[in-house]
């Protein structure tokens, strides 16, 4: 019988015997045996092990594991083999709060037992079934074997020296087209001859990549690669697993193969590599990678994704909804994001280097200002220094040389908040809050986007970044990379009016209106909210006149009854997010400047479902739904995973349904906008218009468009956007505001650096 170990971070109530449905003994250890303590630290730790005397350690929780191990995520590695002996799985007791980790522990330690049993094993290929090719003729024998081969697919990856086309090159190309067996071919050999082999063969199968947008660029950008039909496992992962950050090849490698951490020695190899030769990881690349160190590690890429499809497949024909969405969504908008991500966002250089050049000179200016105060004069002299970016600083700055009184908002150590809003409150008293904001502010702008925009830009001027389709639970696209396009300032219009069109063209921005409340309306089929669509106007005006009763028109509500009008619209989206009384009692105060109080709000929600009964109803049942099954499905067969619904933790699974309700909403909107600019995208291939779209930003279709062509992109544009998907309102099509103008900032550029 094989000596085992198991290790908690403390003393705790779980009965590992029961857990483990007593299949084997261990012996029982804690790292730190104070059950007191709140997060265990390596200084706490007075384990004495002799860790060589054990066949297997099951390590519980994270502390554990990155006590004996060089790893950090217990989640990622959860019944799986870590360093040849350990075995870590996450605390049973996050169980209690969270149900959705019971499947984890479930399948984790179901793994554990029988890697104990001798039942599961980590396996390695070894060189026969993965391998590098370095010679062109070798290449092409290989080419010719996958191409004719029965499988109608094959698994292909890119190992290049950057994350970007423009900024790098590449350096190999991984491929299998048959079960564990796979081959990483050095580019230097691929000829005239292995190029036309490759585009057979991508002509002929299906090609399957993780993470295809990534690749589709480099393979168009550095071979100009066509591929007719591709799959993605990474966005095939999506469909079963919604929750951002669980969608890495080696983390499905490691839960859905028995290949375990196969990046395992390539890590180790990189880290020694720095330490020998002093190379910052922000300065290392793939390019100081020995081709034959690479080989393994890329060639198990291909292997993976290969398995993951056949896999993955499997599980997404078996649901209509699941294979709809992925087919015509996230297939259809990776090869379209591939597109607008290559198009780019246009900068004007001129700008950017002009309003880097006067927001340090305001910075300057206001941090000149801000040590001429007595009280800051003081602290410097106290403290050596001030820096207006430190929270401690400002607080004593703020409440103890100043004496403002703190507003009540505390952080999550529970100090006296110095964040955007409690400044902006202590404003009313003292000048230099107002200053400090204004520092903050400018100097956010200035280094988290123009010090970063001006390198980044491609010789064409245009900066290319990334949109994702699987970074939300939603379904709402994302940003990252070199730049965030759904995090740009919206009350500053420096970085908007630096995405600047060409000259002979403009900006094209298309903008849903109120379209989460439009799909709530078709959901719900409630015809008196669907009939305040079909009576034009603005949307919030008729609701607050409608719900509050108000004389005169509509249009009037605005000017003579603001307060009501800004209550309606909180009202509004507060039920779309499941928001009570109290919540959009805050909200509202906020907004208006005025106390809302919670039986205000509560009355006002009590007149809104009053006008609106079939919204309650659908609001009810779907909630209903949801606390019953523990999932969702959007108009468009989205599915939205809600186990947390089932928590004893009261909060937690209040929480978990109003996610679920957000879900479907937004879900269903951004959807409706990203199908209507894919076909728009097509109608420009087709047609061949010169028109670029080049971001989607939360319901927003941009573009750079030729002067020429804007009728024709908007009219189009609009039809794609509000064509009937199964979820209109007759005679009232979704909203969409179009704005034409030189620049994003529609022209506030101009006027805030008097450029006109």
């Known amino acids: 019988m094989p000596k085992i170990a198991l290790i908690e971070s403390k003393p705790s109530r779980n009965d590992y015997v029961k857990l483990f449905n007593n299949e084997f003994n261990f012996d029982k250890y804690e790292l730190c045996s104070d059950p007191t303590v709140k997060k265990v630290l390596k200084r706490d730790c007075d384990i004495e092990i002799d860790i060589d005397s054990y066949d297997w350690l099951i390590l519980i929780g994270s502390e554990s594991l990155k006590f004996f191990t060089n790893q950090n995520s217990v989640t990622e590695y959860s019944g799986r083999v870590v ?73 292909l990856d890119s190992e290049t020296s950057g994350l970007y086309p423009r900024d790098g090159y590449m350096l190999g190309i991984s491929l299998s087209y048959e079960p564990e067996h796979g081959v990483y071919i050095d580019c230097e050999c691929i000829d005239e001859t292995a190029e036309v082999l490759l585009q057979q063969i991508f002509d002929k199968k299906r090609v399957v990549f993780h993470n295809a947008k990534f690749d589709l660029q480099w393979f168009q950008y550095h071979f100009n690669f066509k591929f007719p039909n591709f799959e993605d496992t990474m966005l095939m992962h999506y469909m079963f697993d919604e929750n951002p950050g669980t969608h890495g090849l080696k983390t499905l490698a490691l839960k859905h193969t028995e290949y375990g951490d ?60 699941l294979t709809w969405v992925y087919k015509n969504i996230l ?66 700055l703020l409440f103890d040389y100043i004496g403002l009184t703190p507003t009540g908002k505390k952080t999550g150590t529970g100090a006296e908040s110095t964040d955007a809003e409690s400044l902006q409150k202590l404003a009313d008293k003292h000048e230099i809050p107002a200053l400090i904001l204004e520092v903050r502010q400018k100097v956010k702008i200035k280094t988290t986007y123009l010090d970063k925009i001006i390198p980044n830009l491609d010789m064409d001027g245009r900066l290319r970044t990334n949109f994702n389709l699987h970074g939300t639970t939603s379904g709402r696209l994302s940003s990252s990379g070199k730049l965030n396009m759904q995090q740009l300032p919206r009350d500053n219009p420096t970085v908007k009016g630096c995405i600047k069109a060409k000259e002979g063209n403009v900006i094209v921005a298309m903008d849903l209106t109120t379209a989460e409340v439009y799909c709530a309306a078709v959901l719900a089929d409630d015809k008196n909210l669907m009939k305040v669509f079909k009576d034009g106007g603005n949307f919030h005006s008729t609701i607050a006149k409608q719900v509050f009763r108000l004389p005169g028109e509509a249009e009037d509500v605005a000017k003579h009854f603001s307060i009501e009008r800004q209550q309606a619209k909180a009202v509004t989206f507060g039920i779309m997010y499941g928001a009570g009384p109290a919540k959009i009692s805050e909200q509202v105060t906020k907004d208006s400047g005025k106390y809302f109080s919670p039986a205000e709000a509560k009355g006002v929600i009590d007149d809104y479902f009053e006008a609106f009964p079939k919204l309650k109803a659908w609001l009810s049942n779907t909630q209903k739904f949801i606390q019953a099954n523990g999932f969702i499905y959007s108009h468009f067969g989205r599915k939205r995973r809600l186990p947390n619904v089932f928590s004893s933790d009261k909060g937690i699974a209040s929480h978990e349904v109003r996610s679920g309700v957000n879900a479907l909403v937004q879900s269903v909107a951004s959807d409706v906008n990203l199908l209507g600019a894919i076909d728009m995208q097509k109608y420009i291939i087709q047609t061949g218009m010169k028109a670029k779209i080049f971001a989607l930003v939360h319901d927003s279709i941009l573009a750079e468009v030729p002067e020429d062509e804007v009728e024709l992109y908007s009219k189009k544009l609009l039809e794609f956007v509000q064509r009937d998907r199964g979820l209109s309102i007759p005679g009232a099509p979704i909203g969409c505001d179009f704005d034409i103008g030189g620049d994003y900032s529609m022209g506030k550029f101009e006027k805030f650096y008097d450029l006109a």
């Open 83 to 155: 360093d040849e002996k350990f075995l870590p799985v996450i605390n049973p007791a996050m169980i209690t709060f969270k149900p959705e980790a019971k499947k984890v522990w479930d399948e984790s330690s179901s793994n554990i037992t029988k890697y104990i049993k001798g039942e599961l094993r980590q396996q390695k290929l070894g060189k026969d079934k993965c391998y590098g090719i370095r010679e062109s003729k070798e290449l092409h024998r290989y080419l010719i074997k996958a191409r004719d081969h029965e499988n109608d697919f094959v698994a």
């Open 262 to 321: 196969y990046e395992a020695e390539l890590a180790t190899w990189i880290t020694d590599f720095r330490k020998r030769t002093g190379i910052l990881k922000d300065s290392f690349d793939y390019s100081m990678i020995p081709f034959d160190v690479m080989v393994h590690y890329a060639a198990m890429d291909a292997i993976v994704t290969f398995l993951l499809f056949q896999k993955f497949e499997a599980a997404i024909v078996k649901n209509e909804k």
């Open 331 to 396: 297939i259809e908008g990776c090869r379209f994001l591939s597109q607008v991500e290559n198009n780019g966002v246009p900068f004007d250089s001129f700008r950017l280097e002009k309003a880097q050049k006067i927001m340090q000179e305001d910075i300057d200016t206001a941090v000149e200002k801000l040590q001429s105060y007595p009280e800051v004069k003081a602290f410097i002299k106290a403290k050596g220094g001030f820096n207006p970016n430190s929270t401690v600083q400002l607080r004593s």
